[in-house]
């Protein structure tokens, strides 16, 4: 079993930055895609961005160029780096891992609240 926990969130004005973290309980980032999703009110989650064991990243292209994903092999953490930030950026953001070889798996945080608002 794997645990992901977020933090980071809060409440930021409009243009300003926030990092995200994602502490994970296992070393897994050599066989694990590790990814940011955020879901808004009335809205279906969706992907933010991407890591994947070898490191390629991946962006929603509402996103690029002002977020970024990363993580640290010795802290377990990944993180996303959220800067120019807009009021739609406003959403519960959820870390998400994910094994697509065998034997599959997907595990998910609890969620962190970032509001963009002045």
């Known amino acids: 079993q794997v645990k992901l926990v977020e933090s980071g969130g809060g409440l930021v004005q409009p243009g300003g930055s926030l990092r995200l973290s994602c502490a994970v309980s296992?070393?897994?980032?050599?066989?694990?895609?590790m990814g940011w999703y955020r879901q808004a009110p009335g809205n279906q989650r969706e992907l933010v961005a991407t890591?994947?064991?070898?490191?390629?990243?991946n962006y929603a292209d509402s996103v690029k160029g002002r977020f970024s994903i990363s993580r640290d092999n010795a802290k377990i953490t990944v993180y996303l780096q959220m800067n120019s930030l807009k009021p739609e950026d406003t959403a519960v953001y959820y870390c998400n891992a994910v094994r697509l070889t065998w034997p599959s798996g997907e595990y998910w945080g609890q969620g962190t609240q970032v509001t963009v608002s002045s």
């Open positions: 890591i994947t064991s070898g490191g390629s990243t």
């Open positions: 296992r070393n897994i980032f050599s066989i694990y895609t």
